[in-house]
Every structure is written in C-alpha cells, then in structure tokens.
C-alpha cells in the first residue's frame, strides 16, 4: 500500500520534485531490459506495487494496481489496468484511477454488482463497482489521522472508462487511526448482502452493505492476534469446501508491512468461520497460534498485498501478489520500469495434521507457455549437473525426491560462469533459498541473504516445483503447502543447475518458458 516512511517525508518530496520539474525520464519500455520478467506482469515504465480491483467479468480478468507514471519510486497513487483472457497474456490499457482533491487512489477491490443492486447500471448494463481507499496527502502530513476513507467508483463499459460517485467518500473516516483502508468486498449470499473487510492499523472491520454505497459496521477481528509487527493491509475474506464435505471454511488473508517472515512484508492468514457480521477463528487454529507467531501463505521474501479475483466462474480462488518488499523494493535495480507481479496461483484449503491450511500452486493456464529446454546433464557421484548451451532463465523444473532416513541434506544450485549462484535446498528440517551469493546485491543492506522455512515431509517424499524469469524464483514444495518467493539479479544469466544430497532423484522434468511479451 505505502513504503514505511513517515508521511510528512514523503509529501515533502513529492512537492520538491513538483517545484523543481525534476523527475526521472522515463520511456516505455521494450521488454527486452535487464532483469525484466518475460511471462510475470509488469508495467511498461513507472513504479507498480500492489494488485487492485481484481474481478473477471465478460470473458476477461481483469488486473488493476497501484501505479506511479512519473518515476520507478512510489509517487502519487493511480490505478494502472491490463486485461487478459487467459491469465497468461496481458493487454495493457489506460490509466483507470487518477487522483483528485480528494487524495491519492490507495489500494481496493472491484466486483461485478449483476443484480443492480447499487442502481448504478443502466440499460440491462451490468455495473463493475470500485471501491477505494482515498488518502489526502495534505491531511496525512499534519497528521489529522482521518486522512483515509473510502470512495467509490463505477464502470458500463468493462472497465474502459470510469466515474467516481459523486458523493464520496462512502465511508468517511472515523478519525481514529491514520491506517483505514484496502477495502475488499464481496456478495454473502446466505445474509444477502455486501460484505467489506477493511484494514485498521492492526485488525480488521466488516462492513456490510444492501447497495454497496450505505455501509453499516459489523465488527472487528485481530487485535492482539497473528503478527503484529507492522501495520494490516490488503484483507482478503475467502470461503472454501473441502472435497467431499458441504460445510463451509474461511480464511482471512491479512498483509503485514513490517513483520514478515523474511523481514518486511508478508502475507499471514487465518482460518475460521464468518456469519455474515463475525469471523470467529478455528479452535484448532487458535491453538496453532499459540505456539507460533503466525501462519504464512509464502514463507519468502517477495510475495506482499496478495489478494483474490471476484467473479471468477470456473471454482478456483485465483491469487496474484506483488512481487517485492517495502524494505528494498524501491531500489530494485531496473529501469524502465520498477515491480513485478507473481504469476497468477490457485490457492485451495486442505486438511493437514496440523489442521486447515492453504496451499497455493500456478494456474495450470501457464503450461502453455512450455517449450522444450535442451540440457545436457553430467553425473558425479552425488551429483548431477544439467547444462544449457543458452540459458535457463526462463524455465520451470519439476522434481520429486525420496529421502533417506538419516538427515536430509540436499542442494539445488542455479549458476553462471562467474560463480554466482542461486540456492535453494534442504537441511535440518527447513527448506530454504539462499541468494546471498545469487547477484548483485549493492542496491541494499538486506537483500543478500538465506532464507529458511519449516518444512514437512510425508512417507520421506519430496517434490518440488520450480520457476526461474530472470530476476525471479518462485517455489512450491509438496504440490504446494510450502511457497517460496524470491527476487535476485545476476550479473549474467545462469546457464547451469547442479543437484546435490544424500536424496534419491526419483523423476524430473524442465521446461523453457516462452515470452508474453
């Protein structure tokens, strides 16, 4: 939503660069740069961070975010806005959301209102509704703490042009918190009526609304639960059905920014049950929470302001995340353009010995972009070697492990001819990525580091599953109950991988992965 930064810092630089006319040229981009991801959204040029307004309607998915035009640094929030068929490739088209002397076009959430209930639609048109989060700037430098609120948007054309309500804010701030937004809405059938989860500093409110423009507070859940190392943004409230059962679970994603798991940001969540007015949490997970701080969705470093497509028709609770983090993520070093997204996921609840969990695993949309990856591979003792005569920067992998009794230790070396490498590998009980010696790394203090996170095994079985776009790894362990992701930047592209461990490689494929671009 917002880096870490006190508000009158940022505001102040954002009125130094509007007196001196001083800002970054910028020019679309080719596609083609350094470290630019070839099948991961991105914006042509400017500075991107979190998904917004996601909703599938009349055969598109649409994919708005959080934009700044004007420089590869956060700057006075837009809503950039592409649309694709297929969740593979994307169509860029204008600026949806500018800001106005309301405030900037913070994060939110878009659904498609079918029974008009908001009487927004005209002509049998369906109304794809916005709802926002405005932030004055002005008010949020004299720390009024009621600089949030939320407005409202509608679109008759699929999102191609749209019009702010005329009387915004919906929700005006309460004035009680300067954190107050990242609306995320959605139709409760069983209660018949609009439900938002709204973020408050450290927990979340339900609202809920017959028109999606009067809104009622219900209640609140969070305090004191879950890491609190930062503030709560982006909630997402998810009903799910286990296969072969008819009763209804939830689970609440909730952003963290401080406080991940790797530091910075992070994406937790809960699992409950919601009446319509109330989420309650799961005993069982309760208790989990009890012995650990939180459960996270991706236990990397890049995955932050997640969040799910509404109206999706096919079943699947389809994810997108930004792939970054707010403690170096305005350095990255790319220019034209600044931030990617993840690849679009699948998030499903399954019953684990531990209790309910999500797992999350790619759109299987993205196999068509398979194409065949010529390796040659050598073997020495525990070790196999795979090499491209190009490189392998674009490529998913595909491997399945058994374990030895003893001690599992196991590497997976991704490497170019300079001798940096890309980690990713098995000890002691954790799955880890280690990118201290992957790349460049001089953009920040933080960046060059090893990752870990606490894996489980069954029957010593082991697959993993793996995707490289050359400046980032995306990781999903046993068909999805561990994610990893991870940003990197080598100084040339890898072209080798190198399997290593006491572990039985018992099958393994790869693929090279075509450009959408």
């Known amino acids: 939503m917002k880096p870490k ?21 910028l020019t679309a981009g080719d596609y083609q740069e350094p470290y630019r991801p070839q099948w991961h959204f991105s914006p042509p040029s400017g500075w991107m961070n979190d998904p917004n307004g996601l909703v599938y309607h009349q055969g598109e998915y649409h994919l708005f975010y959080q934009y700044y035009p004007d420089a590869t640094r956060w700057g006075p929030m837009h809503w950039g806005h592409a649309v694709s068929r297929d969740l593979v490739h994307w169509q860029h088209l204008p600026i949806a959301l500018a800001p106005d002397d309301k405030g900037y076009i913070f994060s939110g959430s878009i659904v498609a209102d ?28 004299q720390n ?14 699929n999102g191609r042009s749209w019009q702010k309500y ?10 009680e918190t300067q954190d107050f937004r990242d609306p995320k809405v959605f139709w409760h059938a069983p209660s018949q009526h609009w439900i938002m989860a709204l973020s408050v500093t450290d927990h979340v409110q339900f609202w809920r609304s017959k028109n999606l423009i009067d809104w009622q507070y219900q209640s609140s859940f ?34 963290l920014n401080p406080g991940g798991p790797q530091g910075g940001s992070g994406i937790q969540y809960f699992i409950g049950d919601f009446d319509g007015k109330t989420f309650s949490l799961d005993p069982d997970f309760a208790n989990t929470l009890q012995s650990q701080e939180a459960v996270w969705l991706d236990h990397g470093a890049d995955n932050y302001a997640g969040v799910t497509w509404s109206g999706v028709e096919d079943g699947r609770t389809l994810f997108i995340g930004w792939m970054s983090n707010w403690l170096y993520g305005q350095q990255l070093p790319t220019h ?21 969990r999500l797992k ?77 010696q992957a790349g460049r790394a001089d953009f920040s203090e933080v960046f060059a580091t090893k990752h870990r996170a606490p894996l489980i095994i069954s029957d010593n079985a082991l697959s993993i599953r793996l995707f490289l776009d050359h400046s980032a790894v995306e990781v999903f362990v046993n068909d999805g109950q561990l994610s990893m992701t991870e940003r990197f930047f080598p100084s040339r592209p890898y072209t080798s991988l190198s399997i290593s461990g006491r572990a039985e490689l018992k099958q393994k494929q790869s693929y090279k992965l075509a450009s959408i671009w």
């Open 5 to 25: 930064l006190r508000w009158g810092v940022i505001i102040l630089m954002v009125w130094l660069v509007s007196l001196t006319g001083h800002t970054q040229e």
């Open 114 to 141: 079918r029974l008009n209930t908001s009487g927004l639609g005209k002509d049998g048109v369906i109304p794809l509704v916005a709802l926002f989060t405005y932030h004055d700037p002005k008010a949020a430098a």
């Open 144 to 157: 009024t703490r009621n600089h949030e609120s939320q407005g409202l948007a509608f679109s008759l054309d």
């Open 166 to 175: 005329a009387n915004n804010p919906v929700i005006p701030n309460p004035g």
């Open 222 to 255: 969070g305090k004191g639960l879950g890491a609190q190392g930062g503030v709560w943004e982006c909630p997402d409230l998810l009903p799910f059905t286990l296969p072969g059962s008819d009763q209804t679970h939830w689970a609440l994603l909730l952003n």
């Open 336 to 356: 034209p353009w600044r931030s990617s997204m993840t690849m679009p996921r699948t998030l499903d609840m399954v019953s684990t010995a531990q209790g309910l």
């Open 360 to 436: 999350s695993r790619p759109v299987a949309e993205l196999e068509s972009l398979r194409q065949p990856l010529s390796l040659t591979e050598h073997r020495e003792a525990n070790r196999l070697t795979m090499q491209s005569q190009t490189d392998i920067m674009q490529s998913e992998w595909w491997f399945e492990f058994r374990l030895p009794e003893q001690e599992s230790i196991l590497e997976l070396i991704f490497s170019n001819e300079l001798g940096e490498k890309l980690v990713l590998g098995v000890d002691k009980g954790q799955f880890y990525i280690d990118r201290s």
